[in-house]
């Protein structure tokens, strides 16, 4: 052991798990320095301040801190003092991302000569860094490309504060944001390794859109979100005439970015603007997009509040057919700003074109008028992946369920991703539709959807009879308000579950919409309910996620049919949340208490519930 030459050691340790990592500790000390030097502290995730002010304390004087590769931060107040010692402590990060309290102030940086060049030297000292992700009230991105020599960024993302709580749009903080987004264009030429920039609450121009890819000649991947489109009279007042003018009557493509593969674009809709000004500005977009990016592979526009059945949405038709014609080496095309007509599938299949991955937007009818222009196209036999969203009106259009559109899908041959979502709380399709749409498209690997509901009105209950594909099956905001329901749900997703051998991952969580309606139920009749699960059969399962209601409880059964009881509690921290789970032994469902959700289990080895990592011998007798 004594002999054995560090790189071999450290090249097994790159194959073996952390329990493992952990027991060679033990071994012999030098050993132990090895495995602390290399890979104990490679990664830190810190969501409490007191904690992150011992680890500093301890780490800033150890050899060891140059182990630390990837940081996160979240949920912390971060005073300006703490954040400049970071650099110091954890010197050789490749990853870091701080998100810290919601709430954070951005006046707590005085951004005067002198506190600016400190901040500005210190974040310099991050001369390895490649990835940051943060929520922007501390100037770290741009003090970072300040710096006199050329950074190793390759990732960059920023959310922008909408006002000092992070909740509330108004166009004073997109007049504020907008100059921070110019600051960081400024600057971006000294990320040369740049390949990926992410973007959350901004106002930006296409003149801006310029400066941006003359500023990063490698980025292949640009996320632009919740972006404020509509001109308003307070953003006018303060902005260039030539940036307003990009805007407003678009702007000569001299140069084209064929480096962008990926574009992602959407609106933000917490600011009420006019559809008419909102779609002159689109279109002023559309046409950018269409001429600047010669070589995309990978086209998003998400328009918040979409209603593409009205007048307004098939105003962009024509527009958006003229970029798509631009775009051979399309591979996913995902937008609501306009339905998916007969002109745009023409552009793709005139160009050649085998999209893979295909989203589309709006109420049934139009839902299933673009799955019928798509069966009759040449992308028919090329889609492996599908996105449907019903759009707001889709629920007053005909009554009752109507699973057209479940047939059409059956002639995509290479599907194997489905998800469907909707935009409204009282759902028009029902839980019977999962074992209608893994019957109907055999070949499905990957499954989700949102906003189902139990209350089954069909006597016949389709189920299935012959094994799936299925390796992944997410439902979320599943709409259960009685005991009948339950039981619908119950009956089905397990039969969905006992035909489907090869699950790896398994999501489901209830509608709060509609909870107490349930809770009420289970009072009125004194009685106990359960959400039961059965996945005996399930040997590749290695994640579970489960939320029914608010209830915390769960009753697991192993294989050995040994149980025991567990109170979940589950909190969120950050901005954008991460959901921490705790699990706790408990003797039974305690009184007063009628909704559990109760799991039988296989021998899966390495199976994770609710985010905790279960352990076999946990289990009562």
């Not at 519930?609 to 352990?615: A, D, E, G, H, V």
């Amino acid at each position: 052991m004594e002999s054995l030459p560090k790189e071999t050691f450290l090249l097994i340790q790159s194959y073996i798990d952390i329990q493992t990592k952990l027991e060679c500790l033990v071994v012999c000390r030098k050993w132990y320095n090895w495995v602390k030097s290399d890979s104990l502290y490679t990664k830190l995730t810190f969501n409490n301040e007191k904690r992150l002010e011992r680890a500093i304390r301890y780490l800033y004087h150890q050899r060891c801190k140059r182990s630390v590769r990837q940081l996160e931060i979240r949920n912390i107040y971060l005073p300006t003092l703490l954040v400049t010692t970071l650099p110091d402590t954890f010197p050789s990060l490749k990853s870091l991302t701080i998100v810290p309290f919601d709430n954070a102030d951005e006046d707590q940086f005085t951004p005067d000569d002198v506190n600016l060049l400190s901040f500005d030297l210190s974040m310099q000292k991050w001369t390895t860094l490649e990835n940051i992700t943060e929520t922007h009230y501390l100037p770290i991105t741009v003090s970072l490309l300040k710096s006199p020599i050329p950074t190793h960024l390759t990732s960059i993302k920023l959310t922008y504060a909408w006002d000092s709580s992070y909740s509330e749009a108004t166009e004073a903080s997109y007049v504020e944001n907008y100059f921070k987004v110019q600051s960081l264009i400024k600057y971006l030429y000294n990320a040369p390794l740049l390949t990926c920039l992410d973007l959350t609450n901004i106002f930006i121009t296409l003149k801006d859109m310029e400066n941006l890819h003359a500023s990063t000649p490698n980025l292949k991947t640009l996320h632009l979100n919740k972006m404020l489109l509509c001109l308003h009279t307070e953003i006018e007042s303060v902005i260039d005439d030539v940036y307003i003018e990009s805007t407003k009557n678009g702007i000569d493509v001299k140069e084209k970015a064929s480096n962008i593969k990926d574009i992602t674009l959407s609106t933000m809709d917490s600011v009420a603007t006019e559809d008419e000004l909102n779609d002159a500005v689109i279109i002023k977009w559309l046409e950018y997009t269409g001429k600047k990016y010669s070589d995309l592979h990978s086209f998003c526009f998400y328009r918040a509040m979409d209603d593409i059945t009205s007048p307004t949405g098939f105003k962009l038709e024509k527009p958006l057919a003229l970029a798509c014609r631009n775009w051979p080496q399309l591979k996913s095309y995902d937008t609501n700003t306009c339905p998916l007509s007969i002109d745009i599938l023409k552009e793709f299949d005139d160009n050649g074109v085998e999209l893979n991955h295909l989203g589309i937007s709006g109420n049934r009818v139009t839902l299933e008028e673009q799955l019928l222009f798509v069966q009759v196209s040449d992308q028919a036999k090329h889609l492996n992946s599908l996105k449907i969203r019903y759009s707001n009106d889709s629920f007053h259009h005909q009554n009752g369920p109507n699973h057209k559109w479940i047939s059409i899908i059956s002639a995509f041959r290479n599907l194997h991703t489905l998800n469907v979502s909707s935009r409204v709380e009282q759902s028009e399709y029902e839980i019977d539709m999962l074992p209608m749409v893994l019957r109907e498209v055999p070949t499905l690997k990957y499954f989700t959807i949102g906003r189902m509901l139990a209350n089954v009105k069909v006597e016949n209950t389709p189920t299935l009879t012959q094994p799936t594909l299925l390796e992944h099956l997410t439902i979320t905001r599943c709409g259960i308000t009685n005991d009948k329901e339950l039981s619908n749900c119950n009956a089905i997703v397990n039969n969905v579950i006992l035909f489907s051998p090869n699950l790896t991952t398994f999501i489901f969580e209830t509608d709060g919409y509609y909870e107490n309606r349930l809770i009420h139920c289970a009072k009125k009749k004194r009685k106990n309910m359960a959400l039961e699960l059965n996945f005996e059969h399930q040997d590749h399962l290695k994640n579970l996620e489960v939320n029914f209601e608010e209830s915390q409880y769960f009753k697991l059964y192993n294989a050995d049919g040994k149980s025991q009881w567990y109170y979940q509690k589950q909190f969120f921290v950050g901005q954008p949340y991460l959901r921490v789970t705790n699990f706790k032994k408990i003797s039974g469902l305690p009184h007063g208490k009628r909704l559990y959700t109760k799991v039988k289990l296989c021998n899966n080895k390495t199976l994770t519930i609710n985010s905790r990592r279960l352990i076999s011998n946990e289990f009562a007798s």
